[in-house]
């Protein structure tokens, strides 16, 4: 049986061998799948605000998604880490951001922390399943900030290729609420 690291990797593996021209039209999809979701919910998405990640490496960019959130004056934060914690800032523009932990872009210091309690928060990862579960990076922290805020509306950002079928999952693994892929929004029963 393969480890949670075996799985991991080969998931990484697999994401960063996408070509770069298919990734952005996978990319493209899934903000247009994204958007559609959210234009549903709109009054939701403006009251609860949205958690998003800065594309690092291979991981989906949904810059294009952000800038039209931004546009329709939905609330947009970003996390920032600080040893082992991580918070989100609310980010007036994807101009304000500067290289941070793991040199990942994050949220420039001054801003507001954002503290939307229930925002619908997209998550990163390197492999999902097709009943919630999520491996990301190994370092645990969206795990931690889940645990320390549970009414967060958590959807899974990756492409098809890094979604199984079932992966093992641990006590402290978070399920997501939700996954979109290049090939739609899955909603998870339960």
Known sequence: METKRQIRAQGLLERNGLPQERRMQYDSRICGHIMAYAKERKEAFLQRGVYGYYPHGSEVSL?????WLLAETIPVAFPRVSGETMEFYRVPSLQAFQTGAFNIKEPVFGLAQAGFERAFCLVPGSVFDRTGNRYGYGKGYYDRYFSRCPNLYRMGIAYEMQVEE?????????KMQALATETGVFVFAG
């Open 166 to 174: 079932r992966i093992p999952a641990e006590r402290y693994d978070m």
């Open 63 to 67: 810059l294009a998604l952000y800038e």
